[in-house]
Protein backbone atom coordinates (compact mmCIF):
# COMPACT_ATOMS: atom_id res chain seq x y z
CA UNK A 1 0.00 0.00 0.00
CA UNK A 2 1.53 3.39 -1.08
CA UNK A 3 2.21 5.89 1.63
CA UNK A 4 -0.47 8.60 2.67
CA UNK A 5 0.88 11.87 2.07
CA UNK A 6 -0.05 15.57 3.49
CA UNK A 7 -1.23 16.44 -0.40
CA UNK A 8 -4.20 14.13 0.00
CA UNK A 9 -5.10 15.50 3.09
CA UNK A 10 -8.36 17.52 3.11
CA UNK A 11 -10.79 20.10 5.10
CA UNK A 12 -14.05 20.86 4.53
CA UNK A 13 -16.60 23.43 5.18
CA UNK A 14 -20.62 22.33 6.06
CA UNK A 15 -22.54 25.00 4.30
CA UNK A 16 -25.51 23.45 6.22
CA UNK A 17 -26.69 22.70 9.68
CA UNK A 18 -25.11 20.64 11.66
CA UNK A 19 -27.27 17.75 11.69
CA UNK A 20 -27.85 17.31 7.87
CA UNK A 21 -24.04 18.61 6.56
CA UNK A 22 -23.24 19.47 3.27
CA UNK A 23 -19.59 19.18 3.06
CA UNK A 24 -17.61 21.43 0.84
CA UNK A 25 -13.94 20.94 0.27
CA UNK A 26 -11.71 24.31 1.19
CA UNK A 27 -8.56 24.03 -1.89
CA UNK A 28 -7.45 27.27 -1.49
CA UNK A 29 -5.90 25.89 2.34
CA UNK A 30 -2.16 24.92 1.66
CA UNK A 31 -0.02 23.68 4.40
CA UNK A 32 -2.00 23.01 7.83
CA UNK A 33 -1.40 20.77 10.36
CA UNK A 34 -3.61 19.15 13.43
CA UNK A 35 -2.58 18.99 17.09
CA UNK A 36 -3.65 16.74 19.28
CA UNK A 37 -1.74 15.19 22.33
CA UNK A 38 -3.95 14.41 25.54
CA UNK A 39 -2.83 16.56 28.66
CA UNK A 40 -1.63 14.43 31.26
CA UNK A 41 -2.14 14.22 35.33
CA UNK A 42 0.45 12.47 37.35
CA UNK A 43 -0.34 10.18 40.42
CA UNK A 44 3.13 9.47 41.79
CA UNK A 45 3.20 6.88 44.94
CA UNK A 46 5.93 5.49 46.80
CA UNK A 47 5.09 1.47 45.43
CA UNK A 48 7.09 2.60 41.96
CA UNK A 49 9.52 4.95 40.87
CA UNK A 50 7.73 4.94 37.58
CA UNK A 51 5.49 8.16 36.95
CA UNK A 52 2.05 6.76 36.00
CA UNK A 53 -0.77 9.02 35.30
CA UNK A 54 -4.01 9.46 33.42
CA UNK A 55 -5.08 11.45 30.40
CA UNK A 56 -7.40 14.70 31.25
CA UNK A 57 -8.09 17.00 28.48
CA UNK A 58 -7.49 16.76 24.73
CA UNK A 59 -6.40 19.95 23.36
CA UNK A 60 -7.01 20.26 19.45
CA UNK A 61 -6.33 22.89 17.21
CA UNK A 62 -6.10 23.07 13.39
CA UNK A 63 -3.46 25.39 11.91
CA UNK A 64 -2.18 26.44 8.22
CA UNK A 65 -2.38 28.66 5.59
CA UNK A 66 -5.31 29.96 3.00
CA UNK A 67 -4.06 31.83 -0.11
CA UNK A 68 -6.01 34.77 0.12
CA UNK A 69 -8.81 35.31 -2.47
CA UNK A 70 -11.70 38.26 -2.44
CA UNK A 71 -13.30 36.09 -5.19
CA UNK A 72 -13.32 32.21 -3.14
CA UNK A 73 -16.14 32.05 -1.00
CA UNK A 74 -14.84 30.29 1.07
CA UNK A 75 -12.24 32.64 1.93
CA UNK A 76 -14.77 34.75 2.55
CA UNK A 77 -16.57 32.72 4.78
CA UNK A 78 -13.21 32.14 6.88
CA UNK A 79 -12.37 35.91 6.69
CA UNK A 80 -15.86 36.43 7.84
CA UNK A 81 -15.91 34.32 10.57
CA UNK A 82 -12.65 35.79 11.94
CA UNK A 83 -14.24 39.47 12.32
CA UNK A 84 -17.23 38.15 13.86
CA UNK A 85 -16.92 36.41 17.10
CA UNK A 86 -20.10 35.04 17.01
CA UNK A 87 -19.22 32.95 13.94
CA UNK A 88 -18.58 29.33 14.01
CA UNK A 89 -17.17 27.24 11.25
CA UNK A 90 -18.21 23.49 11.25
CA UNK A 91 -14.82 21.56 9.92
CA UNK A 92 -14.25 18.34 8.80
CA UNK A 93 -10.09 17.60 8.54
CA UNK A 94 -9.62 14.45 6.95
CA UNK A 95 -5.93 12.68 5.95
CA UNK A 96 -7.53 12.03 2.44
CA UNK A 97 -10.97 12.16 0.88
CA UNK A 98 -14.00 11.94 2.92
CA UNK A 99 -15.29 8.97 0.49
CA UNK A 100 -12.25 6.72 0.81
CA UNK A 101 -12.64 4.05 3.65
CA UNK A 102 -10.17 4.09 6.33
CA UNK A 103 -9.34 7.80 6.05
CA UNK A 104 -9.96 9.39 9.62
CA UNK A 105 -9.59 13.10 10.91
CA UNK A 106 -12.06 15.05 13.33
CA UNK A 107 -14.63 17.17 13.38
CA UNK A 108 -16.00 20.25 15.27
CA UNK A 109 -17.47 23.67 15.28
CA UNK A 110 -14.45 26.15 15.28
CA UNK A 111 -13.89 29.15 16.15
CA UNK A 112 -11.10 31.07 13.80
CA UNK A 113 -8.34 32.58 16.44
CA UNK A 114 -5.54 33.39 14.22
CA UNK A 115 -6.08 35.28 10.95
CA UNK A 116 -2.38 36.88 9.93
CA UNK A 117 -1.24 37.89 6.70
CA UNK A 118 2.70 38.72 6.05
CA UNK A 119 2.51 41.53 3.20
CA UNK A 120 6.33 41.21 2.52
CA UNK A 121 7.10 42.73 -0.99
CA UNK A 122 7.54 39.25 -2.50
CA UNK A 123 4.78 37.30 -0.89
CA UNK A 124 1.56 35.75 -2.30
CA UNK A 125 -0.66 37.15 0.45
CA UNK A 126 -1.57 33.95 2.50
CA UNK A 127 -3.32 33.57 5.76
CA UNK A 128 -2.05 32.34 8.89
CA UNK A 129 -4.65 30.60 11.12
CA UNK A 130 -5.53 28.80 13.31
CA UNK A 131 -8.83 26.89 14.47
CA UNK A 132 -9.82 25.81 17.78
CA UNK A 133 -12.62 24.08 18.73
CA UNK A 134 -15.83 26.16 20.56
CA UNK A 135 -18.20 25.62 22.89
CA UNK A 136 -20.96 24.80 20.90
CA UNK A 137 -23.79 22.41 21.54
CA UNK A 138 -21.81 20.06 19.37
CA UNK A 139 -18.68 18.35 20.71
CA UNK A 140 -15.98 17.43 18.57
CA UNK A 141 -16.11 14.20 17.15
CA UNK A 142 -13.32 11.43 15.44
CA UNK A 143 -14.14 10.93 12.04
CA UNK A 144 -13.28 7.78 10.03
CA UNK A 145 -14.47 6.74 6.49
CA UNK A 146 -16.36 3.83 6.46
CA UNK A 147 -18.92 2.85 3.60
CA UNK A 148 -17.80 5.32 1.53
CA UNK A 149 -18.43 8.11 3.88
CA UNK A 150 -17.64 9.38 7.44
CA UNK A 151 -18.95 8.04 10.74
CA UNK A 152 -18.88 10.18 13.44
CA UNK A 153 -17.85 9.37 17.45
CA UNK A 154 -17.33 10.65 20.80
CA UNK A 155 -13.82 11.36 21.64
CA UNK A 156 -13.50 9.91 25.56
Not at 91 to 99: A, E, K
Amino acid sequence: MASKTGLHSKAYLNSANYGTPTWGVVNLIGDFSVAAAWDWATAPTRETPVVRGARTMLPLSVTGKMRVSDLDANYQTFDNSFHNSASILDMLILNGDMNTNGVTGFRAEFELVKWSEDQALGNILMKELELRPSATANNPKRAVVSGGSPVFTDIT
